[in-house]
């Protein structure tokens, strides 16, 4: 048997990871594109549906994006199947064994799937992508569906996104208030980084949601994550797993956030942040 | 306008995941609960909704007898009444969860205008359990939603792009999947809590399906193995985070 896999931008590294998971299982690997003017949810999944009604497939993958999750969630719902979001590790089969993550990625969940074919998304960077390139991805229309795309809103961004910036300095509930985010601002804009919250900041109003690092906010993959009074609940730490060496500023040396930490600096924020954006002026002389 | 919204009952989850001896859920001995973070904008987006436009709202969880506790929250902050689909707290697998809550919705005498769910579900991130619902009842569904409003008998709701808000327009009934951010939820009042107690929870109990999606252990992912380096205490740290931050190049 072959096993399908719907690659959603051929040119984003989630697909090229879809991709390279599906040539592991060890099967006959077919690609597919959805073309279509504009995005629709359930469009898209009545495409794949006429594919996968060619022959039978003993899986049926996408990336695990937000795209990647709805689309395979239609196709699940229109097929009567089981899906498993977010898979880490998969062994075909009936039942198939998964493994996927739950909370955000702070647990695991091993998984028994029954069903004919197995349906799932590959949990973002569960594996590295691998040279081979994309291969050859065939291309079907979407159905016409009146739930889809009819316009876009574009959205001015001001300074580094979140997502993309190699910086985030974050401030937790030990800023104390919307005002105390100066010195956090003021560290970031000296690293030419993006300012970031935990979801305790965003609850109480100091920072718009749009700020927030965590399992239902932003995920992050800077080269350096600086985290001031921030405690790390899995929340907060779901987000910022990616980030390539964390920073911890703490005044309790016991807060969880140590844990997961590359250095760390046990103090009061409003005390030591100012003190390394003095010490960052005084180094480039200004 | 009837809104019907869903949550689902998780424990607060601190720092640190203990599971319990049988592997197959958190250890809740030191824990609270919560609902998922989606779904409290999803309720304050009911209320609200109601407040601009009249009818009334409705909260429904499948969950062990304890999700009372979170019905009343969420009725506490103004939603007018709830359904409880009362479980014996093993976990229900998604096509289970959507079938018990598409039956429960058809047995209403009412049925909702607007059908809100969470992104998904905080703790077993399956995304699918709105979006099955839908197929069930045979309405159309978007899910991802970060803005969101009606008017006349459609509803406009937003979904979050690279670059921009990608726009949708359903018409109602509908079913919507929100995001944490669609809104700032409010706090419950004293008044609103003690209102909370009085308002309605009609409750069933509907049989468990065999799991298709069928968990058979939780596991810890492995530690990061990283030994924290303490660059000092306070702000005498300063110069040894700017060595780090010169390491890197960024100084």
Request: charged content about 20%; proline content about 6%.
């Given at each position: 048997m072959?096993?399908?896999?719907?690659?959603?931008?051929?040119?984003d590294?989630l697909?090229q990871?879809?991709?390279?998971f599906a040539r592991?299982?060890?099967e006959e690997v077919?690609?597919?594109?959805?073309e279509?003017?504009a995005?629709?949810?359930?469009g898209?999944?009545?495409?794949?549906?006429?594919?996968?009604?060619?022959q039978?497939?003993?899986?049926?993958?996408?990336p695990g994006t937000?795209?990647?999750?709805?689309?395979l969630?239609?196709?699940?719902?229109?097929l009567?199947?089981?899906?498993a979001?977010?898979?880490?590790?998969?062994?075909?089969?009936?039942p198939?064994s998964?493994?996927?993550?739950?909370?955000?990625?702070s647990?695991?969940?091993?998984?028994?799937?029954?069903g004919?074919?197995?349906?799932?998304?590959v949990?973002?960077?569960a594996?590295a992508?691998?040279?081979?390139?994309?291969g050859?991805?065939?291309?079907?229309?979407?159905?016409?569906?009146?739930?889809?795309?009819?316009?876009r809103?574009s959205?001015a961004?001001?300074?580094v996104?979140?997502?993309d910036?190699?910086?985030v300095?974050?401030?937790g509930r030990?800023v104390?208030?919307?005002?105390?985010f100066?010195?956090?601002?003021?560290l970031?804009?000296?690293?030419?980084g993006a300012v970031?919250?935990?979801?305790?900041?965003?609850?109480a109003?100091w920072?718009?949601?749009?700020?927030?690092?965590?399992q239902?906010g932003t995920?992050?993959s800077?080269e350096i994550y600086?985290?001031?009074?921030?405690?790390?609940?899995?929340?907060?730490?779901?987000?910022?797993k990616g980030a390539k060496?964390?920073l911890?500023?703490?005044?309790?040396?016991?807060?969880?956030?140590?844990?997961?930490a590359?250095?760390?600096?046990?103090?009061?924020?409003h005390?030591?942040?100012?003190?390394?954006?003095?010490?960052?002026?005084?180094?480039?002389?200004? | 306008?009837?809104?019907?919204?869903c949550?689902?009952?998780?424990?607060l989850?601190?720092?640190?995941?203990?599971l319990?001896?049988?592997e197959?859920?958190?250890?809740?001995?030191?824990?609270?609960f919560?609902?998922?973070p989606?779904?409290?904008?999803?309720?304050?987006?009911?209320?609200?909704?109601?407040?601009?436009?009249g009818g009334?709202?409705?909260?429904?969880?499948?969950?062990?007898?304890?999700?009372?506790?979170?019905?009343?929250?969420m009725?506490?902050i103004?939603v007018?009444?709830?359904?409880h689909?009362?479980?014996?707290?093993?976990?229900?697998?998604p096509?289970?969860t959507?079938?018990?809550?598409?039956d429960?919705?058809?047995?209403?005498d009412?049925?909702?205008?607007?059908i809100?769910?969470?992104?998904e579900?905080?703790?077993?991130?399956?995304?699918?359990?709105a979006?099955?619902?839908?197929?069930?009842?045979?309405l159309?569904?978007?899910?991802?939603?970060?803005?969101?409003?009606v008017?006349?008998?459609a509803?406009?709701?937003?979904?979050?792009?690279s670059?921009?808000?990608d726009?949708f327009v359903l018409?109602?009934?509908?079913?919507?999947?929100?995001?944490?951010?669609?809104n700032?939820?409010?706090?419950?009042?004293?008044?609103?809590r003690l209102?909370?107690?009085?308002?309605?929870v009609?409750?069933s109990t509907p049989?468990?399906?065999?799991?298709?999606?069928?968990?058979?252990?939780?596991?810890?992912?492995p530690?990061?193995?990283?030994?924290?380096?303490v660059l000092?205490?306070g702000?005498?740290?300063?110069?040894?985070?700017l060595?780090?931050?010169?390491e890197?190049g960024?100084?």
């Amino acid at each position: 048997m072959a096993v399908l896999v719907y690659v959603e931008h051929p040119e984003d590294e989630l697909s090229q990871q879809a991709l390279t998971f599906a040539r592991a299982l060890g099967e006959e690997v077919r690609a597919i594109g959805v073309e279509g003017a504009a995005y629709a949810p359930a469009g898209f999944a009545a495409a794949i549906e006429s594919v996968v009604a060619q022959q039978p497939y003993s899986a049926v993958l996408a990336p695990g994006t937000d795209h990647g999750n709805e689309v395979l969630a239609h196709l699940a719902a229109r097929l009567d199947l089981p899906l498993a979001a977010n898979c880490v590790s998969v062994t075909l089969g009936d039942p198939a064994s998964v493994t996927r993550v739950r909370w955000g990625g702070s647990l695991l969940e091993e998984a028994r799937v029954h069903g004919a074919a197995l349906l799932f998304t590959v949990a973002p960077h569960a594996v590295a992508a691998d040279a081979a390139g994309v291969g050859f991805i065939e291309t079907v229309r979407a159905d016409d569906d009146p739930v889809k795309v009819l316009e876009r809103v574009s959205t001015a961004t001001a300074g580094v996104s979140l997502a993309d910036a190699d910086v985030v300095v974050s401030g937790g509930r030990g800023v104390g208030s919307s005002e105390g985010f100066a010195v956090i601002e003021e560290l970031a804009a000296l690293l030419g980084g993006a300012v970031g919250c935990s979801r305790a900041v965003t609850s109480a109003g100091w920072r718009p949601h749009s700020d927030q690092v965590g399992q239902t906010g932003t995920k992050i993959s800077p080269e350096i994550y600086i985290a001031c009074g921030i405690s790390g609940a899995t929340q907060h730490m779901a987000g910022c797993k990616g980030a390539k060496k964390l920073l911890a500023i703490n005044p309790d040396g016991e807060a969880s956030i140590f844990a997961s930490a590359d250095y760390g600096v046990i103090g009061d924020l409003h005390e030591v942040v100012p003190a390394i954006s003095a010490e960052i002026r005084k180094a480039r002389g200004a | 306008m009837n809104i019907l919204v869903c949550v689902k009952r998780v424990p607060l989850t601190g720092g640190k995941m203990v599971l319990t001896d049988d592997e197959r859920a958190i250890s809740t001995r030191h824990l609270g609960f919560t609902i998922s973070p989606h779904e409290e904008c999803g309720a304050e987006e009911a209320v609200r909704l109601v407040e601009q436009h009249g009818g009334s709202s409705t909260v429904l969880t499948l969950g062990p007898p304890e999700a009372e506790e979170q019905l009343r929250d969420m009725m506490a902050i103004g939603v007018d009444r709830a359904i409880h689909l009362v479980t014996d707290g093993e976990e229900w697998d998604p096509q289970a969860t959507a079938s018990a809550i598409a039956d429960a919705i058809r047995a209403q005498d009412e049925h909702p205008d607007l059908i809100l769910f969470g992104n998904e579900s905080a703790d077993a991130g399956n995304y699918q359990v709105a979006i099955r619902v839908a197929y069930t009842l045979g309405l159309p569904v978007v899910n991802g939603i970060k803005a969101l409003s009606v008017d006349g008998g459609a509803v406009r709701c937003e979904q979050e792009v690279s670059g921009g808000r990608d726009v949708f327009v359903l018409p109602m009934p509908a079913v919507v999947g929100v995001l944490e951010g669609i809104n700032l939820p409010r706090y419950p009042s004293v008044p609103g809590r003690l209102r909370a107690k009085k308002k309605p929870v009609a409750s069933s109990t509907p049989a468990r399906p065999d799991a298709r999606l069928e968990m058979v252990k939780l596991t810890l992912p492995p530690g990061s193995g990283k030994q924290v380096e303490v660059l000092g205490t306070g702000p005498e740290a300063a110069p040894a985070v700017l060595s780090v931050l010169s390491e890197l190049g960024l100084v």
